[in-house]
């Protein structure tokens, strides 16, 4: 598992404005501070696909250069993982998309169950594909939507990103997901009741895209 808070580097920044509270009413810059976490967790996973060797043909001459042939197809889940998605297209710019809807329902008890409705993918049959989605909070959502995704398609690698993450959703990642690569931003100890994630930073979707009904 590769934890990008655990080294000292911009990105620290990036996600303490994510957190602030007084940051978080600029709307926009919370996307785009959500989409700089995308570039960096797209440029730390370049390290660990597969290259190979090419020439490049200058106005001068031939340069040797190592290469990723194959782009990774890049999934997230509807909404928050929106901007999130946005800023590792911007590293990957030539993968395919794949989006996946999953909310939480909440039931009159107050537990909720995770309601999947939309999936919209290329082929995954030997694929790399890289599942975002900004929070794992429980897991359940993460859980999900990869095993639907595995169900139908023969993917060949498997990772998943997220910007802050729960000890209990890491737990249920690796329980149910244990081929997984796992990329998180930082890792907090607490939820609250209601399966918030403490710090955190609130409600993600509701940051990025405005308080839903
Ligand atoms: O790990 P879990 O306990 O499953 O929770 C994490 C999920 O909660 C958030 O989405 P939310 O359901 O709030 O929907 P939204 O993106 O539409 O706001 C988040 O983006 C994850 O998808
Ligand atoms: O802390 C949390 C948990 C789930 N979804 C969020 O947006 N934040």
């Known amino acids: 598992m590769f934890i990008l808070n655990q080294q000292n580097s911009i990105a620290n920044n990036f996600l303490a404005e994510m957190r602030d509270a007084a940051v978080q009413q600029d709307s926009m810059r919370f996307r785009r501070n959500m989409e700089r976490m995308g570039e960096v967790f797209a440029y730390e996973i370049s390290k660990k696909l597969k290259f190979e060797k090419f020439e490049v043909q200058t106005p001068l001459g031939l340069s040797n250069i190592n290469m990723i042939p194959h782009f990774p197809v890049l999934a997230t889940i509807l909404r928050a993982g929106l901007p999130l998605h946005q800023g590792m297209l911007n590293v990957f710019d030539k993968s395919e998309s794949a989006f996946i809807s999953a909310y939480r329902k909440t039931k009159?008890?107050?537990?909720?169950?995770?309601?999947?409705?939309?999936?919209?993918?290329?082929?995954?049959?030997?694929?790399?594909?890289?599942?975002?989605?900004?929070?794992?909070?429980?897991?359940k959502s993460m859980v999900l939507c990869c095993k639907e995704l595995s169900a139908h398609y023969k993917i060949k690698e498997l990772h998943i990103v997220s910007i802050i993450a729960s000890q209990e959703g890491i737990a249920h990642v690796k329980a149910n997901l244990p081929k997984a690569n796992l990329w998180i931003g930082a890792i907090d100890e607490e939820m609250t009741t209601k399966a918030y994630i403490v710090p955190g930073l609130g409600d993600a979707g509701d940051l990025a895209f405005g308080e839903k009904v």
Request: proline share 6%.
């Open 108 to 139: 009159k008890s107050g537990d909720f169950v995770i309601q999947m409705e939309y999936i919209s993918t290329p082929n995954l049959d030997g694929k790399t594909v890289i599942v975002s989605d900004p929070m794992l909070a429980t897991g």
